[in-house]
Protein backbone atom coordinates (compact mmCIF):
# COMPACT_ATOMS: atom_id res chain seq x y z
CA UNK A 1 0.00 0.00 0.00
CA UNK A 2 1.31 3.33 -1.22
CA UNK A 3 1.67 6.17 1.90
CA UNK A 4 -1.24 7.91 0.18
CA UNK A 5 -3.79 5.12 0.91
CA UNK A 6 -1.88 3.98 4.24
CA UNK A 7 -2.97 7.80 5.30
CA UNK A 8 -6.53 8.34 3.69
CA UNK A 9 -8.91 5.57 5.33
CA UNK A 10 -11.59 5.94 2.73
CA UNK A 11 -9.21 4.14 0.00
CA UNK A 12 -9.20 0.47 -0.29
CA UNK A 13 -7.17 -2.60 -1.70
CA UNK A 14 -10.04 -3.89 -2.55
CA UNK A 15 -12.85 -2.09 -4.04
CA UNK A 16 -16.24 -1.92 -2.12
CA UNK A 17 -19.15 -3.36 -3.61
CA UNK A 18 -19.36 -6.44 -6.18
CA UNK A 19 -19.75 -6.51 -9.99
CA UNK A 20 -18.98 -3.80 -12.54
CA UNK A 21 -20.66 -0.39 -12.29
CA UNK A 22 -19.81 2.65 -14.23
CA UNK A 23 -21.42 5.82 -14.83
CA UNK A 24 -20.53 8.89 -17.48
CA UNK A 25 -21.38 12.09 -18.04
CA UNK A 26 -20.48 15.34 -19.97
CA UNK A 27 -19.39 18.37 -18.41
CA UNK A 28 -20.75 21.63 -20.98
CA UNK A 29 -19.45 24.27 -18.81
CA UNK A 30 -15.67 22.58 -19.48
CA UNK A 31 -15.96 22.19 -22.86
CA UNK A 32 -17.83 19.04 -23.14
CA UNK A 33 -15.39 17.19 -20.71
CA UNK A 34 -16.80 13.82 -19.84
CA UNK A 35 -16.05 11.90 -16.75
CA UNK A 36 -16.76 8.81 -15.40
CA UNK A 37 -17.16 7.26 -12.09
CA UNK A 38 -16.48 3.61 -12.86
CA UNK A 39 -16.04 0.67 -10.53
CA UNK A 40 -14.15 -2.72 -12.62
CA UNK A 41 -13.75 -6.31 -11.47
CA UNK A 42 -14.09 -7.67 -14.65
CA UNK A 43 -14.39 -5.85 -17.66
CA UNK A 44 -11.14 -5.03 -19.52
CA UNK A 45 -10.15 -1.86 -22.04
CA UNK A 46 -9.54 -3.00 -25.68
CA UNK A 47 -6.58 -0.88 -26.99
CA UNK A 48 -7.59 2.47 -27.91
CA UNK A 49 -6.81 6.09 -27.63
CA UNK A 50 -8.46 9.64 -26.84
CA UNK A 51 -9.12 12.60 -28.72
CA UNK A 52 -8.50 14.21 -25.15
CA UNK A 53 -6.31 13.55 -22.53
CA UNK A 54 -7.04 11.00 -19.95
CA UNK A 55 -6.78 12.54 -15.90
CA UNK A 56 -7.74 10.80 -12.67
CA UNK A 57 -7.54 9.08 -9.80
CA UNK A 58 -7.47 5.36 -8.46
CA UNK A 59 -9.37 5.44 -5.21
CA UNK A 60 -9.21 1.71 -4.78
CA UNK A 61 -7.35 -1.36 -6.12
CA UNK A 62 -5.45 -1.59 -8.62
CA UNK A 63 -5.19 -1.37 -12.71
CA UNK A 64 -3.70 -2.94 -15.09
CA UNK A 65 -2.76 -1.17 -18.70
CA UNK A 66 -0.33 -1.35 -21.63
CA UNK A 67 0.98 2.30 -22.58
CA UNK A 68 3.94 3.04 -24.96
CA UNK A 69 5.07 -0.04 -25.34
CA UNK A 70 5.22 -1.47 -21.43
CA UNK A 71 3.30 -3.04 -19.17
CA UNK A 72 2.05 -0.26 -16.65
CA UNK A 73 0.34 -0.86 -12.94
CA UNK A 74 -1.54 1.91 -11.23
CA UNK A 75 -2.25 1.20 -7.95
CA UNK A 76 -5.26 3.12 -4.74
CA UNK A 77 -4.16 6.52 -4.24
CA UNK A 78 -1.99 7.50 -7.66
CA UNK A 79 -2.98 10.15 -9.89
CA UNK A 80 -3.06 9.05 -13.74
CA UNK A 81 -2.32 10.89 -17.04
CA UNK A 82 -2.12 10.78 -20.38
CA UNK A 83 -1.77 12.93 -23.19
CA UNK A 84 -4.43 12.79 -26.30
CA UNK A 85 -3.65 10.05 -28.81
CA UNK A 86 -1.88 7.98 -26.83
CA UNK A 87 -3.21 3.61 -27.69
CA UNK A 88 -3.64 1.95 -24.02
CA UNK A 89 -6.19 -0.40 -22.99
CA UNK A 90 -6.74 -1.70 -19.09
CA UNK A 91 -8.07 -4.61 -17.19
CA UNK A 92 -8.63 -5.25 -13.36
CA UNK A 93 -5.88 -7.11 -10.80
CA UNK A 94 -6.77 -9.32 -8.46
CA UNK A 95 -10.02 -7.87 -7.04
CA UNK A 96 -10.28 -4.95 -9.35
CA UNK A 97 -10.23 -1.35 -8.94
CA UNK A 98 -12.22 2.14 -8.38
CA UNK A 99 -11.57 5.03 -10.69
CA UNK A 100 -12.77 8.90 -11.23
CA UNK A 101 -11.51 9.85 -14.58
CA UNK A 102 -11.49 13.22 -16.57
CA UNK A 103 -11.39 13.55 -20.31
CA UNK A 104 -10.46 17.45 -20.78
CA UNK A 105 -9.76 18.71 -24.32
CA UNK A 106 -6.72 20.12 -25.23
CA UNK A 107 -8.32 23.48 -25.63
CA UNK A 108 -9.25 23.52 -21.75
CA UNK A 109 -5.90 23.04 -20.98
CA UNK A 110 -4.47 25.37 -23.33
CA UNK A 111 -6.63 27.79 -22.27
CA UNK A 112 -6.04 27.72 -18.24
CA UNK A 113 -1.87 27.28 -19.33
CA UNK A 114 -3.24 30.50 -21.02
CA UNK A 115 -4.27 32.26 -17.82
CA UNK A 116 -1.61 31.25 -15.63
CA UNK A 117 1.62 31.25 -17.94
CA UNK A 118 0.17 34.03 -20.24
CA UNK A 119 0.42 32.26 -23.39
CA UNK A 120 -1.33 29.32 -24.75
CA UNK A 121 0.29 25.86 -24.23
CA UNK A 122 -0.15 22.32 -24.35
CA UNK A 123 1.06 20.62 -21.74
CA UNK A 124 3.22 16.97 -22.54
CA UNK A 125 3.35 13.96 -19.68
CA UNK A 126 5.62 11.67 -19.47
CA UNK A 127 5.27 10.20 -16.84
CA UNK A 128 1.43 8.36 -16.40
CA UNK A 129 1.55 7.42 -12.62
CA UNK A 130 2.19 10.25 -10.13
CA UNK A 131 2.25 10.28 -6.47
CA UNK A 132 0.45 13.64 -5.56
CA UNK A 133 -1.20 13.28 -2.65
CA UNK A 134 -2.86 16.70 -2.52
CA UNK A 135 -2.77 16.54 -6.26
CA UNK A 136 -4.98 13.19 -5.81
CA UNK A 137 -7.18 14.97 -3.32
CA UNK A 138 -8.04 18.13 -5.67
CA UNK A 139 -8.97 16.18 -8.24
CA UNK A 140 -11.24 13.54 -6.28
CA UNK A 141 -12.79 16.28 -4.75
CA UNK A 142 -13.42 17.76 -7.83
CA UNK A 143 -14.57 15.15 -9.48
CA UNK A 144 -17.25 13.89 -6.59
CA UNK A 145 -18.56 17.92 -6.88
CA UNK A 146 -19.43 17.61 -10.27
CA UNK A 147 -21.13 14.50 -9.71
CA UNK A 148 -23.03 15.75 -6.49
CA UNK A 149 -26.16 17.62 -6.39
CA UNK A 150 -25.22 21.07 -5.34
CA UNK A 151 -23.08 23.00 -8.07
CA UNK A 152 -21.71 26.04 -7.13
CA UNK A 153 -20.38 28.04 -10.07
CA UNK A 154 -17.58 29.54 -8.21
CA UNK A 155 -16.70 26.65 -6.73
CA UNK A 156 -16.69 24.33 -9.15
CA UNK A 157 -14.97 26.52 -11.31
CA UNK A 158 -12.21 27.73 -8.79
CA UNK A 159 -11.69 24.03 -8.08
CA UNK A 160 -11.16 22.60 -11.55
CA UNK A 161 -8.95 25.62 -12.62
CA UNK A 162 -6.86 25.07 -9.84
CA UNK A 163 -6.70 21.50 -10.40
CA UNK A 164 -5.65 20.83 -13.55
CA UNK A 165 -3.34 23.60 -13.65
CA UNK A 166 -1.09 22.35 -10.47
CA UNK A 167 -1.25 19.06 -12.62
CA UNK A 168 0.07 20.72 -15.71
CA UNK A 169 2.82 23.08 -13.78
CA UNK A 170 4.11 20.20 -11.41
CA UNK A 171 3.70 17.37 -13.79
CA UNK A 172 3.88 18.82 -17.40
CA UNK A 173 6.98 19.76 -19.60
CA UNK A 174 6.03 24.04 -19.57
CA UNK A 175 9.47 25.19 -18.78
CA UNK A 176 7.64 28.66 -18.47
CA UNK A 177 6.01 29.34 -14.31
CA UNK A 178 3.40 32.22 -13.59
CA UNK A 179 4.49 35.38 -12.50
CA UNK A 180 4.74 36.14 -8.68
CA UNK A 181 1.62 36.71 -7.08
CA UNK A 182 2.63 40.13 -6.03
CA UNK A 183 0.14 42.85 -4.13
CA UNK A 184 -2.83 43.58 -5.72
CA UNK A 185 -4.54 45.25 -3.59
CA UNK A 186 -7.60 47.27 -5.94
CA UNK A 187 -8.08 44.25 -7.52
CA UNK A 188 -8.84 42.10 -4.41
CA UNK A 189 -11.53 44.54 -3.01
CA UNK A 190 -13.13 44.73 -6.42
CA UNK A 191 -13.72 41.07 -6.26
CA UNK A 192 -14.75 41.78 -2.75
CA UNK A 193 -17.14 44.19 -3.51
CA UNK A 194 -18.59 42.13 -5.74
CA UNK A 195 -18.67 39.25 -4.17
CA UNK A 196 -20.45 41.13 -0.93
CA UNK A 197 -23.32 42.38 -4.00
CA UNK A 198 -23.86 39.06 -4.86
CA UNK A 199 -24.55 36.58 -1.34
CA UNK A 200 -28.09 35.87 -2.99
CA UNK A 201 -26.88 34.67 -6.68
CA UNK A 202 -24.67 32.28 -7.95
CA UNK A 203 -21.10 33.89 -9.15
CA UNK A 204 -18.97 32.77 -12.01
CA UNK A 205 -15.29 32.87 -11.76
CA UNK A 206 -15.16 34.67 -15.42
CA UNK A 207 -17.38 37.27 -13.43
CA UNK A 208 -15.59 38.20 -10.66
CA UNK A 209 -11.78 38.26 -12.64
CA UNK A 210 -13.24 40.40 -14.84
CA UNK A 211 -14.61 42.79 -12.12
CA UNK A 212 -11.55 42.53 -10.73
CA UNK A 213 -9.70 43.13 -13.64
CA UNK A 214 -7.48 39.87 -13.71
CA UNK A 215 -7.21 36.82 -15.05
CA UNK A 216 -9.01 33.78 -13.51
CA UNK A 217 -6.06 31.99 -12.07
CA UNK A 218 -4.04 35.49 -11.19
CA UNK A 219 -6.94 36.20 -9.03
CA UNK A 220 -7.29 33.11 -7.16
CA UNK A 221 -3.76 33.70 -6.11
CA UNK A 222 -3.74 37.35 -4.95
CA UNK A 223 -7.32 36.88 -3.22
CA UNK A 224 -5.87 33.97 -1.22
CA UNK A 225 -2.49 35.47 -0.31
CA UNK A 226 -4.34 38.90 0.59
CA UNK A 227 -7.51 37.29 2.56
CA UNK A 228 -6.52 33.75 2.97
CA UNK A 229 -9.29 31.61 1.77
CA UNK A 230 -10.39 31.34 -2.10
CA UNK A 231 -13.06 33.36 -3.42
CA UNK A 232 -15.63 30.93 -2.77
CA UNK A 233 -14.75 30.63 0.79
CA UNK A 234 -14.74 34.05 1.16
CA UNK A 235 -18.80 34.19 -0.25
CA UNK A 236 -19.18 31.25 1.95
CA UNK A 237 -18.57 33.58 4.91
CA UNK A 238 -20.47 35.90 4.22
CA UNK A 239 -23.60 33.96 3.35
CA UNK A 240 -23.15 32.59 6.80
CA UNK A 241 -22.64 35.71 8.41
CA UNK A 242 -25.94 37.10 6.55
CA UNK A 243 -27.68 34.03 7.10
CA UNK A 244 -27.30 34.78 11.24
CA UNK A 245 -28.66 38.25 10.82
CA UNK A 246 -31.66 36.71 9.32
CA UNK A 247 -32.29 34.48 11.58
CA UNK A 248 -32.84 36.82 14.21
CA UNK A 249 -35.90 37.13 12.29
CA UNK A 250 -39.15 34.94 11.58
CA UNK A 251 -38.26 34.76 8.18
CA UNK A 252 -38.58 30.39 7.37
CA UNK A 253 -35.55 28.57 7.15
CA UNK A 254 -36.57 27.49 3.26
CA UNK A 255 -36.51 31.52 2.58
CA UNK A 256 -33.50 32.23 4.56
CA UNK A 257 -31.36 29.51 2.66
CA UNK A 258 -32.69 31.23 -0.85
CA UNK A 259 -32.34 34.73 0.01
CA UNK A 260 -28.59 33.62 1.11
CA UNK A 261 -27.72 32.31 -2.33
CA UNK A 262 -27.76 28.55 -0.79
CA UNK A 263 -29.54 25.58 -3.17
CA UNK A 264 -31.68 24.60 -1.01
CA UNK A 265 -32.37 24.09 3.05
CA UNK A 266 -30.68 21.16 2.92
CA UNK A 267 -27.30 22.55 1.03
CA UNK A 268 -27.91 25.53 3.72
CA UNK A 269 -28.09 23.23 6.92
CA UNK A 270 -24.86 21.39 5.82
CA UNK A 271 -22.00 24.48 5.24
CA UNK A 272 -24.14 26.68 8.19
CA UNK A 273 -23.16 24.12 10.40
CA UNK A 274 -19.88 23.04 9.25
CA UNK A 275 -18.82 26.53 9.70
CA UNK A 276 -21.25 26.89 13.20
CA UNK A 277 -21.28 23.80 14.67
CA UNK A 278 -25.10 24.10 14.85
CA UNK A 279 -27.53 23.85 12.15
CA UNK A 280 -29.45 27.09 11.49
CA UNK A 281 -32.87 26.15 13.73
CA UNK A 282 -30.25 25.11 16.58
CA UNK A 283 -28.62 28.67 15.90
CA UNK A 284 -32.11 30.45 15.85
CA UNK A 285 -33.36 28.93 19.02
CA UNK A 286 -30.29 29.64 20.70
CA UNK A 287 -29.48 26.46 21.40
CA UNK A 288 -25.90 24.86 22.99
CA UNK A 289 -25.53 21.12 22.07
CA UNK A 290 -22.35 21.28 23.40
CA UNK A 291 -24.51 21.27 27.12
CA UNK A 292 -26.01 17.73 25.53
CA UNK A 293 -22.77 16.00 25.47
CA UNK A 294 -22.55 13.32 28.01
CA UNK A 295 -19.45 14.05 30.45
CA UNK A 296 -17.75 10.68 29.67
CA UNK A 297 -17.53 12.48 26.09
CA UNK A 298 -16.81 15.78 26.92
Not at 15 to 28: I, K, N, Q, S, V
Not at 87 to 104: E, I, S, T, V
Amino acid sequence: MDQQSALDPSLHQTPAGGGDFARLWREPRFDGMECLNARFQRHSYTPHTHETYVVGVITAGTELYRCRGAERVANVGQVVVLDPEVLHDGRPAADGYAYRMFYPSVALFEQAMAEALGRSAAPHFSATELDDPELFQALRGLHHGLEGAHREPLRTDTDALRAFTALALRHGDLTARPRDVGREPAAVRRAREYLDAHLDSPVELADLAEAAGLSRFHLLRVFRAAVGTTPHGYLTDRRVAQAKRQLAGSLPLADVALACGFCDQAHFNRVFKGRVGVSPGQYRRGSNPVQDVPAAAA
